[in-house]
């Protein structure tokens, strides 16, 4: 069993910041890629930013150069910190984990996601 726990959504004003945080825990043998998506009312999930073991990132071309994506010295953690917001930056955003468990089975999980609202 493997859990993603997000924290640190909220509002923020156009222009503020927000620093997101997932971290994973349970029957984990070994994380391997880490990343956050969004999905605004209506709207289909998106990509955010990935980063993968090794440390490469990439973004989605309308957070690039406002978000940052990075993993803590534990491996088993990844942040979001989100700069410049915009209104179309609200929508609930969630935390993935490519991850390898004990029992060497290997699984993309979930957080429960949490919103994050920029209000204009």
């Known amino acids: 069993q493997v859990q993603l726990v997000e924290s640190g959504g909220g509002l923020v004003q156009a222009g503020g910041s927000l620093s997101l945080s997932c971290a994973a825990s349970g029957s984990i043998f070994s994380i391997n890629d880490m990343g956050w998506y969004r999905q605004a009312p209506g709207k289909q999930r998106e990509l955010v930013a990935h980063i993968r073991r090794g440390g490469n990132t990439n973004y989605a071309d309308s957070v690039k150069g406002r978000f940052t994506i990075s993993r803590g010295n534990a491996r088993n953690t990844v942040y979001l910190q989100m700069n410049s917001l915009k209104p179309e930056d609200t929508a609930v955003y969630y935390c993935?984990?490519?991850?390898?468990?004990?029992?060497?089975?290997?699984?993309?999980?979930w957080g429960q996601g949490t919103q994050v609202t920029v209000s204009s």
């Open positions: 993935t984990a490519d991850v390898t468990t004990s029992v060497l089975s290997t699984d993309i999980y």
